[in-house]
């Protein structure tokens, strides 16, 4: 009875490690994303990669306004988003399965939240900054 309540805290706590590392994914991939973007934009406007919105692909010009700033706040955000990821998590160390992958589930839709929104700021960067034409205000 006792070797199966140790298993199954090795299973939560694996499940925990898990979830841990899952919910850091976000942070970190905007914080490489970001830095890529905003030091690194693609050469030529493409369909494939990088901030694509009609109001970003209207020339070069918009193109790399709309990199620089989009990578520099996904920089930002990964980097205010860490530490409560961190943090939210730590006090669910020792909590079953459900309890973890609910919190877990939780953290991860918010983080996914954030970085959907972070396509309102950079749209209305880009209307401050250019005309409906692409040209520089």
């Known amino acids: 009875m006792e070797g199966s309540i140790a298993l199954e805290e090795i299973d939560d706590m694996w499940f ?14 905007l914080m490489i994303a970001g830095r890529m973007m905003w030091k690194h934009c693609p050469q030529k406007i493409n369909y494939v990669y990088g901030y694509r919105t009609k109001r970003s692909m209207q020339n070069m010009d918009t193109w790399k ?33 459900d309890v973890v ?19 309102f700021p950079t ?5 401050r900054t250019f005309y409906d034409d692409g040209t520089r205000r």
């Open 16 to 29: 925990w490690w898990f979830m841990f590392i899952c919910n850091l994914i976000i942070p970190f991939l």
């Open 65 to 97: 306004f709309a990199h620089d700033y989009c990578g520099r706040l996904w920089w930002k955000l990964g980097w205010i988003m860490l530490l409560p990821s961190v943090l939210i998590q730590i006090p669910f160390f020792h909590s079953n399965e």
């Open 101 to 119: 992958g609910v919190v877990g589930g939780i953290l991860c839709t918010i983080q996914v939240v954030i970085l959907i929104i972070s396509i």
């Open 123 to 127: 749209e209305a960067a880009l209307k």
